[in-house]
Nanobody
Framework: QVQLVESGGGPVQAGGSLRLSCTASGYPTSMMCMGWFRQTPGKVREGVATIATNGRWTDYADSVKGRFTISQDNAKNTLYLQMNSLKPEDTAMYYC?????????????????WGQGTQVTVYS
């Protein structure tokens, strides 16, 4: 069973940066496609970034392209999301997701394992 634990969220001023981390246990990150999602109250969970098992292919939501970078350190079994030039509209609960052996996807229904989330609040 895959377990995911996110960290790194918090309050940040608009224009600032944060790096989220997601540590996985129970399955190697090198054999899972993984993604970051975000959700605000009353809205559908949105795919933010995804990375292939080999780490060579990534995809991003249009709203974060050029500002966010997804990466992974398989030696540490950890996924990261570097978020730069943050905007108030990036405020959300951010979730890490993983699915062994699948193609990377920004669709939440493609993932079976989820973390508990970490809150990011961007203030102006």
């Amino acid at each position: 069973q895959v377990q995911l634990v996110e960290s790194g969220g918090g309050p940040v001023q608009a224009g600032g940066s944060l790096r989220l981390s997601c540590t996985a246990s129970g399955y190697p990150t090198s054999m899972m496609c993984m993604g970051w999602f975000r959700q605000t109250p009353g809205k559908v969970r949105e795919g933010v970034a995804t990375i292939a098992t080999n780490g060579r292919w990534t995809d991003y939501a249009d709203s974060v392209k050029g500002r966010f970078t997804i990466s992974q350190d398989n030696a540490k079994n950890t996924l990261y999301l570097q978020m730069n030039s943050l905007k108030p509209e990036d405020t959300a609960m951010y979730y890490c997701a993983a699915q062994p052996g699948r193609y990377p996807s920004l669709q939440s229904h493609e993932y079976s394992s989820w973390g508990q989330g970490t809150q990011v609040t961007v203030y102006s």
